[in-house]
């Protein structure tokens, strides 16, 4: 499957065993074929669990204007395969929160259907909280999930979270210091 080739490598790519993980620029979103890939991704059950901006995304124009949206408050990646580096699979946004206590980024993802259960959104989580941890910009990654969401509510654990005492009708918040990530 041909995605076009979008020249994605940059210093700031973030490798993993099997994926490439790489900060999108709004001048990526005039990129058609990206475009089209990550619209192709969102299908009501990657969206499901997703603010509802994400069920409106259908069509170029409005992943567009929902990804426009989402860079004027976040960092958004995309990542791919390293054997097919041109056709994104998924997205992360990291989005930062001025609290009192610590400097924190609220994590989001999404993945593909047809990769769900191969452990990518771990390798993927892993390999991008490890380069936060390095660069030291965050102490405290917090990541909010529908409380039916066991496979993220399990990888969110497996790396490390913990439940906060934060909730929202269905929703239970995690959190992570990167001081102790890893450790």
């Known amino acids: 499957s041909n995605c076009g080739s979008m020249s994605l490598m940059s210093e700031q790519s973030i ?9 999108l620029n709004p001048s990526d979103l005039q990129e058609q074929m990206l475009i089209e890939s990550i619209t192709k991704i969102l299908t009501p059950a990657v969206t499901h669990s997703l603010p509802s901006a994400f069920h409106s995304a ?15 408050e976040a960092m958004v990646f995309q990542f ?11 997205l992360v946004f990291l989005a930062p929160e001025q609290t009192k206590s610590a400097n924190s980024a609220h994590l989001g993802y999404l993945l593909a ?3 769900w259960r191969q452990g990518l959104a771990f390798e993927l989580l892993q390999a991008l909280l490890t380069r936060l941890q390095d ?7 917090v990541a909010g999930v ?7 509510i399990k990888l969110l654990e497996k790396l490390g979270f ?11 918040f995690y959190q992570l210091l990167l001081t102790d990530f890893g450790k």
């Open 15 to 23: 490798f993993s065993e099997r994926l490439i993980i790489r900060q």
């Open 146 to 152: 529908e409380a039916d969401n066991i496979g993220s």
């Open 113 to 115: 259907e047809q990769y």
């Open 162 to 172: 913990e439940l906060t005492s934060t909730q929202q009708e269905n929703h239970r």
């Open 58 to 72: 259908a069509d170029a124009e409005s992943v567009v204007s929902l990804l426009t949206g989402l860079m004027s």
């Open 80 to 90: 791919s395969l390293r054997s097919l580096p041109d056709c994104p699979i998924g």
């Open 135 to 141: 660069q030291g910009t965050f102490e405290r990654i």
